[in-house]
């Protein structure tokens, strides 16, 4: 008899929910759904890629726990964030009939969280929906949080909304069928939350990440319930991040400005630009002399170790334009009154926000990256 996973909560008062995580979800989905959502018509958006692998079982759990159900298949890769394709998927939903108890069934990763969250955030003024995340990424932090959105070409995430889901069930068997390379991406969202507040995560992480990336059920699921307890005790703690939740983004200053310079699904997957951006940021640190330069050292060993990017990339052989990725920060929508917020580092699991860092320093740190 398999043991119910044990629900981790969401305490966000009426907006509160569970996070479920564990293998088999998947399949019973539609039961787990059933009790938290009003309605029987569900809508579930996917991508071409996940699609030929769990569309169907979502599909049947779905129908089986008493719901009609409507599917769309998106396009994958972060190309999907755009206006064209969230107006095509709001027409599909409008012509499936969907009402306000509708429920809309995220499955995939965090760019169908954040697309098919934000289409149910403005859906008829708002419908619940539900995350299904089958990436690691996703798992440990996008699916988690309310943060919808899509891209734009100023910038990531530029047009969204806070639409917290009423569940996550995060199905730890769809791993088995993550490339590597996504995983890897996955697993530097993992390292973040030892770098924000947790030293003894990350030396375990440094001690385990080959166990965790080698999918040694005992490691990842460690490494997945520990992550996602930081991710739910911030939310709570901050929903609309305008505190301690801005944490959350180390590394996603630069990150975000390499994926936008170098073009969503262009040379580096978001968790890929977040490992290169958490480099950056703890050289910036060092640089600054706010943080030991042997901490900074460790964070881009352990990294590249893990076969992450540390560096950013060069399209067509060229190094990018540190003025260009300096001009994307200023687009950030972290900016306030004018200053690009920073998270930096005085050490490992020494993370703080920082508004006042000078253009030029970060420039710096921007030519020397883009150099090496």
């Known amino acids: 008899m398999t043991v119910p996973p044990e629900p981790l909560r969401v305490d966000l008062g009426a907006r509160s929910y569970d996070i479920l995580t564990g293998p088999g979800l998947l399949e019973t989905a539609g039961d787990h759904i059933a009790k938290v959502i009003r309605g029987r018509s569900a809508f579930i958006v996917t991508d071409e890629n996940v699609a030929p692998h769990y569309l169907d079982t979502v599909q049947a759990s779905l129908t089986a726990a008493g719901f009609a159900v409507s599917a769309q298949v998106m396009p994958a890769g972060e190309q999907a964030k755009s206006w064209t394709h969230l107006q095509g998927l709001l027409d599909a939903m409008l012509t499936a009939r969907l009402e306000r108890f509708s429920v809309v069934v995220a499955l995939g990763g965090g760019v169908i969280g954040d697309l098919a969250g ?3 955030s403005i859906l008829l003024r708002g419908v619940d929906f539900v995350q299904l995340p089958t990436t690691l990424l996703s798992q440990v932090d996008s699916s988690v949080g309310g943060k919808t959105g899509i891209n734009t070409p100023q910038g990531k995430n530029l047009i969204g909304t806070f639409h917290q889901p009423r569940l996550v069930l995060a199905d730890t068997a769809t791993l088995d069928t993550l490339p590597d390379r996504e995983l890897r991406a996955g697993y530097a969202e993992v390292a973040k939350y030892g770098l924000i507040d947790d030293v003894p995560f990350w030396d375990w992480l440094e001690a385990n990440a080959p166990a965790v990336l080698a999918r040694e059920p005992a490691a990842l699921a460690h490494a997945i319930h520990t992550s996602c307890v930081a991710k739910a005790r911030v939310v709570a703690a901050d929903e609309r991040e305008s505190g301690v939740r ?3 983004n ?3 200053t630069f ?6 310079e170098g073009g969503y699904g262009g040379p580096l997957l978001h968790g890929e630009a977040v490992s290169v951006g958490m480099v950056m ?10 943080c030991p330069a042997e901490d900074a050292a460790r964070v881009r060993n352990h990294l590249k170790t893990c076969g992450l990017p540390v560096d950013p990339p060069r399209p067509n052989g060229a190094p990018m334009d540190p003025r260009r990725l300096l001009a994307h920060m200023g687009s950030d929508k972290k900016v306030e009154a004018g200053h690009v917020t920073f998270v930096l580092a005085r050490g490992i699991g020494r993370s703080y926000l920082d508004r006042t860092v000078a253009p030029d320093r970060v420039l710096a740190i921007l030519e020397q990256a883009t150099s090496a």
């Open 246 to 248: 801005a944490l959350l």
């Open 255 to 260: 990150g975000h400005a390499l994926e936008a």
């Open 250 to 252: 180390l590394g996603h």
């Open 281 to 290: 940021a703890f050289a910036l640190s060092a640089e600054l002399g706010l």
């Open 118 to 120: 934000f289409a149910a």
